[in-house]
Structures are given as C-alpha cells and as structure tokens.
C-alpha cells in the first residue's frame, strides 16, 4: 500500500495520541514519518521495510540505545541497496538522538558514514569536517578500530585531493592501531592503501615494498581472491617499469588462484593483462591467443561493456600484426555493441580505432568519414554532460518555483490578461497596417506599369545603338563569364579549405576548458594557409596536465591532415591507452603514425617534431614536477629568480623518420618553482623572414622571451605579435606559426 505525505502526517498524529503518549516525544513521530516516507518509496529486502514493520519495531524500543542500534541497522540497509539519501536522512536523525556520551559510539559511526556519504559525492570540505567531528568525539573515548577506521577514510579522502602526504600520514596512523592491536585484516588493508598511494605517486619501489608486507598479512589470513588481486596489481607495476619478465611471473601466480577459486571473472581480467603485457613487448601472436582466450570468457561472464573493450583491443592489434581484415571484423564487433548499448564514449573511440585502420588500409577517404563520426559523437558527448548540468539546475530552479508557486500563480493570471491586451492592440496595429499595405501596393503597380511603358519606348529607341555594340559586348562577355568561372573556382577550393579549417579548429583545446586548469598561459597560432600544420593540443588526466607543440610536415591541407591524424593518435594513446609519460607517448606515437602512413611499404618523408611537457604537483605547493620529452624541438624554460634561459633539448629525431631510428627519446625530469615561464614552440616564428630574406633566428628568439620573461602573460604575447608583425612588413608569411608559453 502506498503512503503520500498527507498520510504520513495522520500516522505522526496519531502516535501523539497513542496511550503511550508520555513516553513519545515529538521528535520521535517526527522519526517515524521519515522512516515511513523512504521505506514507502523503496523497499529494502533486508529489514522488511514496511511502514507497519517499522512504526511497530520503533514504537516498542525503550531506551534511546536500542533506537539509534535500530536507525544503523535501516540506514545500513538502505547503503547495501545503494539507497545513499534515504540513508544520510536516517543517519541525520540518528545523530539527533546519540547526542549522549553513553552513546557516542554511535554517534561516531553515524559522522564517519555521513563523511563518507559526502566524500563519495566529491564534497570534500564537508567530508572532511564530519570525519574531523569523529576524531574529536574519541579524543575522550577509546575505540582504537573505529579511530583506525577514520584515518583510513581520512588517508582515501585526501588520496583523491592528491594530497599525497597527507594521505601518506593518516594511512601510517591507521596501521600503527592495527600493528598495536594485533588486527591483521587491518594491517594488509592499509598496507594495500600505502601500496596504492605510492603506486599514484609513482614511487614503484615502495609501492612493491607495501604489496608484500601484504602479501603476508594475506597469506595468513588464507584469503586466495584478495592474494590474486595483489599480484595482478605486482604484475601492473612491473608492467610499467618495463621489467616484462617479472609481470608475467605475477600475472600468471593470480592466473593460478583465479583456476583453482574457479573466478572466470578473474581468469578473463588476467588473460587479458597477460596479452597486453605482450602486446607491450610487440609479440603479437600471444597477445592475440591471450586476449582472445579472455573475449571469450568475457562473452560468457563479462559485462557488454568489458566485451567491446576485449573486441576493440584485439582489433588493434590484429592491425599491429598486420591482418587488417580481422581487424576489421574485431573493430566493428565492438562497435556494434557500443551502438546497441548507447556507450557513446566506446563509440568514439572506435570510430577513431577504424580510422586508424583505414588509414593502414591507404582508404584515406574512409578514415577521414570516421574521424568526422568520431567529431559528432566527441560534440554529443559534450552535449549530454551540459544536459546533466541543465538537469541539476532544473531540480534546483523546481524546488524553488514550488515555493513559490502562490505568487507565481497570481503573476502568471496577470500576464495573461496582459497578453490578451497586447493581442488586441496587436489585431489593431496589423489590420490598420494590412489594408496600409493594400493601398501601397495599388500605387506601386500603377507606378510600375508607367515606368514600364517609358522603358519599352527607350528600348526601341536604342535597339540601333545596342546593335552596334553587340560585338563589343559578346567579346565582354566571354570575359566576363571566363573570369567568373575561374572566380566560382577560386570561390569553391577556399570554402573547401575553410570548411576543413573549422573542423581542426574542432580538435584543438576549447579556450574555456584549458583556462580551468592552465591559470597563465598564452598561444600564438598562425596558419599560412587557412589550415595548419601545426598544431597544439592541451589536455588533463588525473592530476597530470599536458601541454603538447606539433610541427608536422609541410603546412596548407597536407600539413592539416597529418596534424588530424596526429591529434587523433595523442588522444588514444594518453585517453585509451593511459601511457602518461612524454618520452613513452613519444615512442608509442611514432609505432602508430608509422602505422597510420603505411611506412614500412612507402618511401614518403612524412614526419613530424614535437615538443611535449607533462605536468604534475608536488607535495611542496611551491614546486612543480616537469616531465619532457622533445622530438626536434627543445623547452625553453626561465625560473623567477634567474636571468637566465635554459634549453632542454630534444632527441635529434623526428616523429615517423626512417632516419635515426636507432635513437631512443629522451625523457627529462625538472622541478620548477611556482612563477617559472616554459616556451614549446614550432620552427616558424624564428624562421620567419624580412624584405631583406633575413630570418628572425633562434638566438635572437631566445634573448627576446628572456627580456620579455617578467611580464604578463598577455603582454608577452602583444611583444611577441608586435616583432613579428614589424620584422615581417612587405612581405608574405613563409610558415605555419605556433609558439605556446606557461607560468606555472
């Protein structure tokens, strides 16, 4: 049976007259109405939330001990259902009630899971302030787990701030109670928290130091399941370090308990980190017989969206080995399914997975109709995030309006009789200005057909005269009309280059995305010749930020297709493939351009310099760490306190050049202070030339941003805009012009 609010407000009357009523406070009928509205809405299996059940259980609890053990029980229930509202209303007033000492036990719980119920949905600074109430309620108690408890919730809430220290601090306090307690479920919990953390601090070293001591702990405990989720993460780290050998050896001790505990599920996610790890070494065809052993375990036991992933990953990598048409078959399985089942994130990706294909394949064309789909659907995934927004904002506006709804009501009969008046002022103003237009009209006509008449006469005088000249004008006229076919042509090719101008102009960073973590910045972005071949692209994952400076080969539409390709490839290998380092991203682009452009069966000279910083805080807000890596093209960086540029040179080699293939990309590893510039730049600016063929020069660029270094970002840029404009007067723009600088 369903209760509305107005029956709700019968039962709360009705329980102030129960013969109990002196043992009934108006906050517990106040209780009730709130249990009765949320089990109404939701049944909750394990407690037999009916409003009967539960007015009957509250109603014959006594103490306000077994009240608030009562309201954990609901609001734990409601938690396992994943009902977190319905349970943060419950803990609410369960908090209202466990104000005594006697009960502080249970008021600590009810903040810690109240903290959680924030922290989950990312509202830190209130999170923060419940669990901070819970330390302070046992500085006067000793719960030593429950206390463990909090800081272990502290070290997570802080982990996902990125404050790493401190997330470090309160995981250590966590397993100094444990330690002392001899709690060893505990221990290997919180030595899985450190492990971890330094995993995302990339400290590997100690991140494998806690995944032992865990190990363990486990081991003891005989718990196979969370054992085998350990090694995998062992064989991940290892993975990442490069050290193959040792992750296959972890990889297959979790392969081994996964059999043996019969988890398909883990069997299918192990084969699948196995073929990757081949994938990584390029040994393909175990790549291939891994992943296709964990497709078919995810067809049996997987979710669709596990499965598009396993078809997609294969379909890259029958690409890598060379068999295109499995590929093919692999890549549009997956998108099959991604379209049936609305993953429009899955879908783009896919779309960019068969350009790439196509581009192997030489279908140019095709891989450019799927790099527009991968456009559409990136735009409506835009889109649907904006209408989430609008959708909070409508609840919002609703609750406000509902209060409101009186005087709404009273404002909306006004604009009514309001329109009606304007509607009839309006039929007056257009039947006046209709038979206005009417009367207008006759004396047109009649002026028309007079001026009608004198042309047809002055056409008969001058008939003689256009005879004469009818020579002339067949002779302009063929002149004429050749000048505007080559005009319609022109016309045509450079609507063309515009069009393709807007769509590349689609792909580089929005202004307003990258303004929300780039605070100082500046870009100075000049194609030669509508569209560019240079390029930049700016993106954050995590806590990284990355400022990435392409110069592609050539510049107008060869230079512009190469930089569409190139930008897709950044996105997949940073986005999909989460390679975070630059020199990494660097290796791996050069593997997929060659593949893009079918290198090894071409000669083209097809390439591209790159200059890509990677950014990432520090425990010291003062410090920025700077990870770079450079194909041709050097950082320039300038520190507050220093009169100094410094160069960080690239690796003499070009992304997809036959030429120097011997040579590794370099990575360099920088700490900076907060106020340091960093300049990534193309080769147009100092390679611009004057009337007198006279370049600008690297040097000369190099003493100009030092001079220029203490001002405002946007000051450096007009500096930088004013020179160039002065060096190159009367004469053309001889390069793609991109020129990129950052005050961290």
Known sequence: MLYNIKHCLILAVQVQTHP??????MREALVIVILVLLATNTSVQAQSMSPDSLQKEYLSLKADTQKVRFLLKVASAYETHKQHYKADSVLGEMLEIAHDEQL?????????????????????????????????????????????KAFQSLGSLFAEQGKLEESETYYQKALD?????Q???GIAQSYISLGRMFKGRQQFGKALQYYDKAIKAFEQQNDPMTLALIYRRKGVIYRMLKKYKQSEVFYNKA?????????????????????LLYAYQKKYPKAIEFSLQSLKLKQKVGTQRQIANSFTNLGELFVRSGDLNRADTMLKNALNITQKQGMNDLVMYNYQSLALLDSARGNMMGAWNYLRKYQKVNAKLYDQRGKKLLTKMRAKYDTERKENENELLKQEKAMQLQKLKTQYLWLIIISGGFFAMVLLAVVLYRYYRSKQKANLHLSKLNQELHQQQEEIISQRDFIENQNKSLSEKNTMITQSIKAAKNIQDATLPFASRVDAFLQEYFCIYQPKDIVSGDFYWIERIDKRIFVVAVDCTGHGVPGAFMSMITNTLLDHIVKV???????????ELNVKFGYALKKQESNTNSGMDVGMCMFNSTDNAQVTNVAFSGARRPLYYITPKSNELIEVRGTRRSIGSKRREDLNFEGHQLQLPQGSMLYLSSDGYADQNDAQRRKIGTAYLKQLLLDISPLSVARQKKALLDHLENHMKNTEQRDDILLLGVRL
């Open 20 to 25: 109990y009523k002196k043992l009934i406070k």
């Open 104 to 148: 502080s036990k249970y008021e600590i719980l009810a903040l810690l899971k109240k903290g959680k119920f924030w922290q989950e949905r990312s509202n830190y600074k209130k999170s923060l302030k419940y669990y901070h109430q819970a330390l302070d309620k046992m500085k006067t108690t000793s719960y030593p787990l429950i206390k463990a």
């Open 577 to 587: 493939q989460r390679i975070m380092q630059p020199k990494e991203i660097l290796s």
């Open 177 to 181: 109670i444990y330690d002392s307690t």
């Open 183 to 185: 709690n060893l479920k």
């Open 255 to 275: 392969l081994k308990i996964y059999k043996a505990q019969k988890s398909e599920r883990g069997v299918a996610s192990t084969l699948y980190n196995l073929g």
